[in-house]
């Protein structure tokens, strides 16, 4: 008969899930994706960079399938940040579909 401990372990060693940090999710890529590409603009502007807690506080309302919307549109815009900053500013896209 084996020990407790040797059992645990193996029983440990079937289920593995990552933990902590390591952890990749979908939204995680694309959050890393935009910190990327908005921080390489914000060096050259002399900006402190955008950290992966604001930036998942900036895009917390906005579901994941609307990111890959704004990956796309941004990557195609001239100006990525400028482009990026306009589309996640409601204020703006209010505008457009008032009825006035």
Same mark, same amino acid.
């Given at each position: 008969?084996? $020990?407790?401990? *040797?059992?645990?372990?193996?029983?440990?060693?079937? %289920?593995? &899930? +990552?933990?902590?940090?390591?952890?990749?999710? +979908?939204?995680?890529?694309?959050?890393?994706?935009?910190?990327?590409?908005?921080?390489?603009?914000?060096?050259? *502007?002399?900006?402190? $960079?955008?950290?992966? $807690?604001?930036?998942?506080?900036?895009?917390?309302?906005? $579901?994941?399938? *609307?990111?890959?919307?704004?990956? #796309? &549109?941004?990557?195609?815009?001239?100006? %990525? #940040?400028?482009? %990026?900053?306009?589309?996640? *500013?409601?204020?703006?896209?209010?505008?457009?579909? #008032? %009825?006035?």
């Amino acid at each position: 008969m084996k $020990p407790i401990g *040797d059992l645990s372990a193996e029983y440990g060693k079937k %289920f593995e &899930v +990552e933990k902590g940090r390591g952890k990749k999710t +979908e939204r995680g890529e694309l959050m890393r994706f935009f910190v990327r590409h908005l921080n390489y603009a914000r060096a050259h *502007d002399g900006l402190t $960079p955008i950290t992966m $807690p604001r930036m998942g506080h900036i895009l917390e309302r906005i $579901p994941t399938s *609307d990111l890959y919307y704004l990956q #796309s &549109v941004c990557s195609k815009a001239k100006n %990525f #940040s400028k482009r %990026f900053w306009w589309e996640i *500013d409601p204020k703006k896209h209010l505008e457009e579909n #008032s %009825f006035r």
